[in-house]
């Protein structure tokens, strides 16, 4: 079975710090990865996505995140933080070829706070 | 604008009630999903359908129905058989649901659900 993990409900960080939310993903093949991000009552933006190819991945807003195939994670990073950066993220997968009509797991969402 | 809207924004529903959720895109997008979310709970999908006149239940569709007449529209209905109905309800798009598909789905504003 498809699932998704973020073990942190919240993480804390001050602004101009680096931040991390976590993020590990179970599939039974390869998987597409995604983040989004959501501000409070509106829909979900997308961040970036990792298909294939380099692990490293650049996306909106500054974000970056590493996939690492071994320890079947996909971590969310920046460098500095900014309180606007304050929200809720959302991991998700999607197995290359198990998936009903381009299914998205989603993680149940990590909240991140940057203070001052 | 291209986009996803949906309507209404906050929607009240008395006891017994069925109501219809509007999302409408265009974007051209073959995809697209409806998810319920509840907070800790991240996103569930609800249905998606992959191509007009085509839908699929997805994990948690009882107590909804859905439609897709048309391309550009996929409204859902909360009927009265749902028994907890009171959630925020996000419509999502994507270019293709095909099994191997790596686009990322583009989110709605969001209809927030209560029942009186």
């Known amino acids: 079975a498809q699932s998704v993990a973020q073990p942190e409900d919240q993480v804390n960080v001050a602004e101009g710090n680096p931040l991390t939310v976590k993020c590990t993903y179970s599939?039974?093949?390869?998987?597409?990865l995604f983040w989004y991000v959501q501000y409070p009552n509106r829909g979900l933006q997308f961040l970036l996505k990792?298909?294939?190819?380099?692990?490293l991945v650049k996306g909106s807003y500054g974000f970056e995140a590493e996939f690492n195939k071994s320890q079947t994670s996909f971590h969310l990073k920046k460098p500095s933080a900014l309180v606007s950066d304050s929200a809720l993220y959302f991991c998700?997968?999607?197995?290359?070829?198990?998936?009903?009509?381009?299914?998205?797991?989603f993680g149940q969402g990590t909240e991140l706070s940057v203070k001052p | 604008d291209g986009g996803i809207t949906q309507s209404p924004k906050y929607l009240f529903r008395k006891e017994g009630q069925n109501v219809t959720l509007s999302c409408e895109q265009n974007?051209?997008?073959?995809?697209m999903y409806w998810y319920r979310q509840d907070p800790g709970q991240g996103l569930r999908l609800i249905y998606y359908?992959?191509?007009?006149?085509?839908?699929q239940k997805g994990d948690i569709a009882e107590g909804y129905s859905v439609s897709r007449e048309k391309k550009e529209s996929f409204p859902l209905t909360v009927t009265s058989a749902q028994k907890n109905p009171t959630a925020f309800y996000l419509c999502?798009?994507?270019?293709?649901?095909?099994?191997?598909?790596?686009?990322?789905?583009?989110f709605g504003p969001g209809t927030r659900l209560t029942v009186l």
């Open positions: 990792y298909i294939t190819g380099d692990n």
């Open positions: 599939v039974s093949g390869n998987p597409y």
């Open positions: 998700a997968v999607r197995d290359r070829i198990y998936n009903q009509g381009g299914k998205l797991i």
């Open positions: 359908s992959q191509i007009v006149n085509d839908f």
């Open positions: 974007l051209n997008h073959d995809a």
């Open positions: 999502a798009s994507s270019t293709s649901g095909l099994a191997g598909s790596y686009n990322e789905q583009f």
